[in-house]
């Protein structure tokens, strides 16, 4: 019996009724006895990685907006209060899930991914040595691909959504405009990050006194510029930012700094419904993003594998379980680096990779008593500090809608460099491509082909937001995370401490989290995963990543902000692992 989805057994229908029309007759939320308990609510939740960005989608759900209007409201107040990772410069995916009055509806995947400008070319990046040139790609103006977010916001908000532009747009307006106080969290980045923000004199006027001090917690932080460009998007939508005076400050600012985007690339975004991959584990659905995004094949593949062992016998954490979960990611990764990248440019085998017949296939050639080793392709050696640096919310309206969206600039403040006068980052999203066959980009991930830079080309994403419905089709889990190229095995691990292993949402974000992903062959664990353990599957054959000291101290970084539902209380998980995040329901 599953603990989490033990209070009812019903249709969609008849549960979202009760959900709010029978409260006499409703039994108490599940208590659970874990040491972690999630945040419970009755009326819809939102989940981020910044409190005040989650009050204002909660409070655009109390208004009775529904989950797309709160994801919205919420993605352009994380704009204003989380500058690291909430944008108008960068790009993300959003995972949407509404109920019609009967009850029904697809889950739809709206892609906003930044596309590289026309101007693009396969070799940008490599310098006169044929190298991939690091400053270049990760720093420069260059690397900045079209922005997508908010275009994808406003058509969400405008396809989806019950609320109007102005509303939803209102609350950021008001932060930018007003300010806010620093949070610990925030003046803690700010300085983390200082070095890269002071390349660029109007990153530095945005995130610094005009001193150059740090603004430091209870500080109040305004950013004018950033207003005014919202103010720009609110009245005028989509040509606030993609024409106009937005256009032309993005334009200049390229100019300046020798980037690529002109108004054209800007003229021609687009954001691109897809259809997302989904698959059954254990009579759960589970539907992630398709490509662009690597996640959600890669998710549905290693479910598909691992559905054929016994793992709740295997023990939550144990070494038999980490083994499987290693062996199924280092082949995951393996085809990620062959097969994925932009639908739209590149014949992606989803169908086979995500088949039972491959899943099979996989699972005869896992050794369950010894690690295999990662193919003899010239390793990367280089395995990024992670950066939290993309962000991860999760909303659930009363009604039962579910909206999972994970937007980033790539990096913490992209490639450090603003629009002048405009206010917002800009991504370093073109390295995300595969620069050079072979070699790695800044989260260790190897490409070729599929993912080799062309115009207009969406770069390959590991961004995993995902709603996992149960059989009768209630939205049962919202989730995803943050974190680079472990965005896809955290969010995987999220699902099975939830479905396989009955873990309250709370406690299944919260529990320590593991990571391989085929090249480098290492094994990076969190702390909390017991160190016996450790040594077993290190004598299975398994590499642990250590540090000088020996001690496994990795910390993976995820910020898996999730929600689960019951059909009748909303239980939200912040991700611990950054104290600014909150759950706030109704
Ligand atoms: O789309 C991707 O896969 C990366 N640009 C995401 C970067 C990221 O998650 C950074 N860290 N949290």
């Known amino acids: 019996m599953r603990r989490l989805f033990l209070t009812f057994s019903c249709s969609v229908l008849s549960c979202v009724a009760h959900a709010h029309d029978v409260p006499a007759e409703k039994p108490p939320a599940v208590t659970f006895d874990s040491r972690i308990s999630p945040v419970v609510s009755e009326a819809g939740m939102v989940v981020a990685q910044d409190a005040i960005a989650a009050e204002v989608g909660r409070d655009i759900l109390a208004q009775g907006g529904n989950a797309v209007d709160a994801a919205v409201a919420t993605g352009f107040a994380l704009a204003v209060t989380h500058p690291q990772a909430g944008n108008l410069g960068g790009g993300g995916f959003m995972m949407v899930s509404l109920y019609d009055e009967n009850g029904d509806g697809d889950v739809i995947a709206i892609d906003f991914r930044e596309m590289a400008p026309a101007s693009a070319t396969r070799d940008m990046f490599l310098g006169e040595d044929g190298e991939v040139d690091r400053d270049v790609s990760w720093y420069s103006h260059q690397s900045a691909g079209v922005p997508g977010t908010v275009m994808g916001l406003l058509d969400a908000l405008e396809t989806y959504g019950t609320m109007d532009r102005k509303e939803v747009m209102a609350p950021a307006i008001r932060l930018a405009d007003n300010g806010f106080p620093v949070s610990y969290s925030l003046s803690a980045s700010f300085l983390e990050y200082k070095d890269t923000l002071a390349n660029d004199p109007s990153s530095m006027d945005y995130f610094f006194k005009p001193d150059g001090e740090l603004y430091v917690v209870?500080?109040?932080?305004?950013?004018?510029?950033?207003?005014?460009?919202?103010?720009?998007?609110?009245?005028?939508?989509?040509?606030?930012?993609?024409?106009?005076?937005?256009?032309?400050?993005?334009?200049?600012?390229?100019?300046?700094?020798?980037?690529?985007?002109?108004?054209?690339?800007?003229?021609?975004?687009?954001?691109?419904?897809?259809?997302?991959?989904?698959?059954?584990?254990?009579?759960?659905?589970?539907?992630?993003?398709?490509?662009?995004?690597?996640?959600?094949?890669?998710?549905?593949?290693?479910?598909?594998?691992?559905?054929?062992?016994?793992?709740?016998?295997?023990?939550?954490?144990?070494?038999?379980?980490?083994?499987?979960?290693?062996?199924?990611?280092?082949?995951?990764?393996?085809?990620?680096?062959?097969?994925?990248?932009?639908?739209?440019?590149?014949?992606?085998?989803?169908?086979?990779?995500?088949?039972?017949?491959?899943?099979?296939?996989?699972?005869?050639?896992?050794?369950?008593?010894?690690?295999?080793?990662?193919?003899?392709?010239?390793?990367?050696?280089?395995?990024?500090?992670?950066?939290?640096?993309?962000?991860?919310?999760?909303?659930?309206?009363?009604?039962?809608?579910?909206?999972?969206?994970?937007?980033?600039?790539?990096?913490?403040?992209?490639?450090?460099?603003?629009?002048?006068?405009?206010?917002?980052?800009?991504?370093?999203?073109?390295?995300?491509?595969?620069?050079?066959?072979?070699?790695?980009?800044?989260?260790?991930?190897?490409?070729?082909?599929?993912?080799?830079?062309?115009?207009?080309?969406?770069?390959?994403?590991?961004?995993?937001?995902?709603?996992?419905?149960?059989?009768?089709?209630?939205?049962?889990?919202?989730?995803?995370?943050?974190?680079?190229?472990?965005?896809?095995?955290?969010?995987?691990?999220?699902?099975?401490?939830?479905?396989?292993?009955?873990?309250?949402?709370?406690?299944?974000?919260?529990?320590?989290?593991?990571?391989?992903?085929?090249?480098?062959?290492?094994?990076?664990?969190e702390p909390g995963i017991n160190i016996d353990t450790v040594r077993i599957l290190e004598s299975m054959g398994h590499s642990i990543s250590r540090e000088d000291d020996g001690a496994v101290t990795r910390n993976i970084n995820g910020r898996a902000n999730s929600i689960a539902w019951d059909g009748l209380y909303f239980y939200g998980a912040a991700d611990g692992r950054d104290p600014k995040g909150a759950a706030k329901g109704n």
């Open 218 to 525: 209870g500080d109040v932080l305004k950013q004018k510029h950033l207003a005014g460009t919202l103010r720009r998007i609110s009245s005028k939508g989509r040509v606030g930012f993609y024409g106009g005076k937005t256009a032309d400050l993005i334009v200049a600012e390229m100019a300046d700094g020798g980037g690529l985007i002109t108004h054209n690339d800007l003229e021609n975004y687009e954001t691109v419904i897809r259809e997302p991959v989904s698959g059954n584990y254990r009579g759960y659905e589970v539907y992630s993003m398709p490509p662009p995004s690597s996640g959600g094949i890669h998710i549905v593949q290693m479910l598909g594998v691992l559905e054929g062992y016994d793992l709740r016998s295997d023990g939550h954490n144990s070494a038999a379980y980490l083994h499987k979960l290693i062996e199924v990611m280092r082949r995951a990764y393996a085809d990620r680096s062959k097969h994925l990248g932009d639908p739209d440019f590149y014949d992606v085998p989803v169908k086979e990779l995500t088949g039972e017949a491959y899943a099979k296939k996989l699972r005869e050639d896992i050794d369950l008593k010894k690690a295999s080793r990662s193919s003899d392709i010239a390793p990367a050696t280089h395995f990024a500090d992670e950066q939290p640096a993309t962000t991860h919310y999760s909303v659930m309206d009363k009604w039962g809608n579910a909206v999972s969206v994970t937007y980033t600039l790539n990096f913490s403040y992209g490639s450090g460099h603003s629009v002048d006068g405009a206010g917002f980052l800009l991504n370093n999203e073109m390295d995300d491509f595969s620069s050079k066959p072979g070699v790695p980009n800044y989260y260790g991930l190897i490409g070729a082909e599929a993912n080799a830079i062309e115009p207009r080309k969406r770069p390959l994403s590991s961004m995993s937001p995902t709603i996992v419905r149960n059989k009768d089709g209630l939205n049962v889990l919202v989730t995803g995370s943050i974190g680079g190229s472990t965005i896809i095995t955290q969010t995987l691990q999220v699902i099975l401490n939830v479905v396989e292993f009955d873990m309250n949402v709370q406690a299944a974000v919260q529990a320590p989290r593991m990571h391989h992903q085929w090249l480098p062959d290492l094994v990076f664990v």
